[in-house]
């Protein structure tokens, strides 16, 4: 069984479209994640949702927010997407430890 | 500056030992961990070690935390092509307190 599961893998619009990403755990966890990923690797994090606690990473635009239907679901919209949007963005949740437990990520490219 | 520091690339010869190196500068954290992210994955946790322990090793991997010095290492023995990767180390306070990730050190093995 799948721990952390992302749809879609790949994701290719336009500009100025609104997508949406989807996420789910199956682990029981509390608290889930999005990250960013560019093509330098560099990870960052954009949202931690913990018992309908939202932190927000304060660089992130206003155009991406994430819905949390119920604990085992994080799911991410993007509005006006941007070519700058394009990235791989990884799904995650923790344990108490914060082992940090990865999605296989949604590779998003804006034309 | 970066909260958590590693070098970017690391060339081995298969079968030496690779050491990957960390620096952080929290010294509230709790937990430091490494994952590993293979092309086209998520990242995978690989170990984590708690701040009150020096070492921590399991099969090729072993950990060193020189608390001190807010330097972690990662050493894989006897490393293998399978081991080329994307080692990142992270560092966290445990619970829902988001982790800090560094850039990420890719390990490349040659015969």
């Known amino acids: 069984d799948t721990a952390v599961s992302q749809t879609p893998k790949y994701l290719v619009t336009q500009m100025g479209n609104d997508k949406s990403i989807k996420c789910e755990q199956n682990?029981?966890?509390?608290?889930m994640y999005w990250y960013k990923q560019d093509s330098k690797k560099f990870l960052k994090i954009m949202f931690s949702?913990?018992?309908?606690?939202?932190?927000i990473n304060e660089t992130v635009p206003n155009r991406f927010s994430p819905k949390s239907p119920d604990k085992a679901h994080l799911n991410l919209h993007i509005n006006s997407l941007e070519l700058g949007d394009s990235a791989v963005y990884f799904c995650?949740?923790?344990?108490?430890?914060?082992?940090?437990?990865f999605g296989p990520g949604t590779r998003l490219t804006v034309l | 500056g970066e909260d958590v520091e590693q070098s970017l690339f690391l060339s081995v010869r298969e079968g030496d030992s690779s050491v990957i190196n960390c620096t952080y500068t929290?010294?509230?954290?709790?937990?430091l961990y490494w994952y590993k992210q293979e092309p086209g994955a998520g990242l995978q946790l690989l170990t984590y070690?708690?701040?009150?322990?020096d070492m921590k090793q399991d099969q090729r991997l072993t950990v060193l935390l020189n608390k001190k010095d807010k330097h972690l290492s990662l050493r894989i023995a006897d490393t293998q092509t399978g081991d080329s990767a994307i080692y990142f180390c992270?560092?966290?306070?445990?619970?829902?307190?988001?982790?800090?990730f560094g850039r990420g050190t890719s390990l490349i093995v040659h015969p």
């Open positions: 949702y913990n018992n309908k606690e939202l932190i």
């Open positions: 995650a949740s923790s344990n108490i430890a914060n082992e940090q437990f």
């Open positions: 992270a560092e966290s306070m445990g619970g829902s307190y988001i982790p800090t």
């Open positions: 070690i708690f701040s009150n322990m």
């Open positions: 682990l029981g966890h509390d608290t």
């Open positions: 929290d010294s509230s954290s709790t937990y």
